[in-house]
């Protein structure tokens, strides 16, 4: 199980201490969480705090990026560093945009993936698979941390391992909101490969709640 520490979670006042908790840790991702005020009802990070973490940290950068223009955004992500470029189906307006952007990712040497929302018909999905290299199933609803986890994720996630499976495809699944050691081994069970979790590893002892994922 690939760990992915959200950093919408990490405590400011101790971000050099719990950055070098993080690399001492068994965590190999570094969730990043973009958000532009527009497509989802907070505002987060711009590009030059993802230059910085790129400097503290040696772990694969992984930003989910909640924008009204995923194609803009992209670029200006993948120039600071990022090695995950995971964009929503719901911010660009066909299954062939999202090719476009897909392919445009992948050839720049970053994995694509593609996040959907709670309420998003997942089969929207299905004829993307063979496109991208992840899908994010929001397990919340995508814009603030520490909500509860949704149990109908559980169903979407077996039913993308089952299509993955059945096409034989290389894509990672991945699941963030709610995510804790109960959740996220009902995930893991489900199918799941990469658990984001925030308040969960930041707001408790970060070496063992990253374990406890594993």
């Not at 018909?121 to 909500?147: C, H, N, R, T, Y």
């Not at 994720?153 to 495809?169: C, G, P, V």
Request: charged fraction near 25%.
């Amino acid at each position: 199980m690939i760990v992915a520490p959200s950093i919408l979670s990490l405590d400011y006042s101790q971000m050099e201490k719990q950055v070098k908790e993080l690399n001492e840790s068994n965590a190999k991702w570094l969730h990043f969480d973009v958000m532009d005020g527009h497509f989802v009802p907070n505002l987060t990070f711009g590009p030059d705090i993802l230059k910085a973490y790129r400097k503290m940290t040696s772990l694969l950068l992984d930003v989910h990026i909640m924008v009204d223009d995923p194609v803009f955004f992209a670029d200006v992500f993948m120039d600071a560093g990022a090695e995950v470029i995971t964009f929503h189906i719901e911010a660009l307006n066909n299954i062939e945009e999202c090719i476009q952007l897909a392919q445009h990712i992948r050839s720049r040497g970053v994995k694509a993936g593609i996040s959907i929302k709670p309420k998003t018909d997942l089969v929207l999905i299905k004829e993307l698979l063979a496109e991208i290299d992840l899908v994010l199933v929001m397990s919340v609803e995508p814009g603030f941390g520490g909500q509860s986890f949704i149990p109908e994720s559980l169903e979407r996630i077996q039913t993308l391992k089952k299509w993955i499976n059945e096409k034989n495809l290389n894509v990672l699944i991945e699941v963030d909101g709610g995510i804790n050691q109960e959740t996220g081994k009902l995930c893991k069970d489900a199918g799941a490969d990469v658990l984001v979790a925030g308040s969960y590893v930041f707001k408790n002892d970060i070496k063992e709640a990253v374990d406890s994922l594993c």
